[in-house]
């Protein structure tokens, strides 16, 4: 979106890596990597354009002003209350400099009033990100978004529908519903199952994909609907991030194994067919042997399709960061790892169901070794070969087998022809 709107005020885009006159980083600050991956693309921009006018905006600009502050190059900090506004702070291309200190756009505290946003967050890809929501209320104990993005707020719903509108209008195939708990959606009594079923009636809008949700924000009317809808994926990110109870409540989390289990299984007794994901934590202060076996255990017995795994890194601020029992730096690897070696084996498994299977494949941009590949709605990825269908088409693909760690099959029927409205 700032991409968007920088573009209406004479910016062209350029690859990352490419010179540049201006780099904007929008950031991350979920683990100190994010942050260290962002003063690294600092350096790297500037070596290669030392022009360059750097703002940086996003979590880290919000929770590291001070730190951003001393990092050589920068020239703007915009944090969160401000972020949609960069584009405003800038000059017109020609007249960009280097600043000899930064600009600071900040606030400590953030706005909790519902929202809109400027314009149409086009992307390069055959699905689209729409956001719906921002901010979180849960204070888990570990996380430190609560901090960088504020409370809880909602984006207007009409203000969704306009950009769904636009995307849909532009040949986006696939929206992706995104934000930070966005189960928690409410504009004016309207929720996040309100919200679907108006994005459901827009006629151009073929798929609709909800990304990562709370498990205790997903009701048993939100399942029901994905269930009964064609256009809703049958997909589910549940972020469990232990599978031990003792730590779960350690985490501040509002479950325990027992009730996401129940979660999952009124799900797949709807939706056999489900793809499931989920987020796994390893390292959590006081997560004992037994307490990884736990999460261990817990991960092969359920039917993940996948999980993504993430190293626990102290935020400053957060109520962990006050706990003792650190786990050493190479348990936490070894833990990671043998996750890992299990998430990849679980998509096998969930690929391997599949054979045999006639489904509908949301085909993406590029080729690659002769094939190109796309999605289904439960997030199989799927390869066919790559004459055999075109970018931003739906192919129903039978299904034969898994090569490279992805399915392999044979496009059967053309469900919808690309767009012929270019994609941004
Ligand atoms: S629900 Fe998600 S964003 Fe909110 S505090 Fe917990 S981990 Fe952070």
Redesign the pocket.
Known sequence: MLADNLKRQGYRLVEFGEETDLLVLNTCSVTENAEKDCRYAVRKTLRHSPHAFVAVTGCYAQTGATQLQKVPGIDLIVGTQFKMNLPDYLPAPAKLQKQPEPELRHSRTIDREDFVLPGTAYSDSTRALLKIQDG?D???S??L??FARGRERSRTLDDVLREARDLAAHGYRELVLTG??IGQYDYKGAALVDLLRELEAIPDVTRIRISSI?PTTVPPALLEQMAASTKLCHYLHL?LQSGDDGILQAMN?RYGVREYEELVKQALALMPDLGLGTDLMVGFPGEDENAFANTLTTAERLPFSYFHVFSYSSRPGTAAARLDQPIPPPVIRQRSKQLAELSRTKTLGFYQGQIGRTVPVLFEQGERDGFRTGTTANFTRVAVAAGAVEAGSIHNVTITGIMDGLAYGHPVATVLAPSHRPLL
Do not use: G, K
């Open positions: 979180c849960f204070m888990c570990f996380c978004i609560p930070v708990n709370e972020p989390r």
